[in-house]
């Protein structure tokens, strides 16, 4: 994985975390959110909510309410899930090594909740470079206010 997909971990300021215990996190949660979220499971390609979104707003994590992408950053990558070529900031979301399954990819954590969002790819557009392959599952989206 080239660099640049490493450096959107946060270089040391963290925003405040929110730590519950698996219970209450599943209680709190759909059964899928919890899978996807607290199991790093993945929905399945065109399926999940917001892959075909095209309203402009704020997606937030499904768990704890933290901002991690602006529709601007949005993109149609053709993968059957939500895909975003950056987050709001390099603060929101934190990035792992993922060897699970046989691959070598790099996991997207939420930084606030470490709940598991996606990966991302360094096969994005412009400017970064980088795709973040989102479960809808895993987000909330917040529409902005038409007017």
């Keep these: 994985m080239p660099d640049d ?16 215990t ?12 919890f899978h996807v ?7 399945r390609a065109f399926t999940g909510p917001y892959w075909d979104e095209k309203r402009a707003g704020l997606y937030s994590c499904a768990a704890c309410g933290a901002p991690l992408f602006r529709s601007e950053a949005k993109y149609e990558s053709g993968t059957g899930w939500p895909s975003f070529f950056s987050p709001v900031s390099h603060e929101a979301v934190i990035t792992h ?12 954590r939420c930084a606030r909740c470490d709940s598991h969002l996606g990966h991302v790819f360094p096969d994005g557009p412009a400017p970064t470079g980088l795709r973040f392959c989102m479960n809808g ?6 529409p902005d206010k038409e007017g």
């Design 137 to 142: 599952t895993a987000l909330s989206l917040s």
């Design 5 to 20: 997909a490493a450096s959107v971990s946060p270089p040391g300021a963290e925003p405040e975390r929110i730590e519950k």
């Design 37 to 43: 979220l607290r199991q790093q499971g993945t929905e």
């Design 97 to 108: 090594e993922d060897t699970s399954h046989g691959m070598r990819r790099i996991e997207v």
């Design 22 to 33: 698996e219970a209450e996190w599943q209680s709190c949660l759909t059964p899928e959110q």
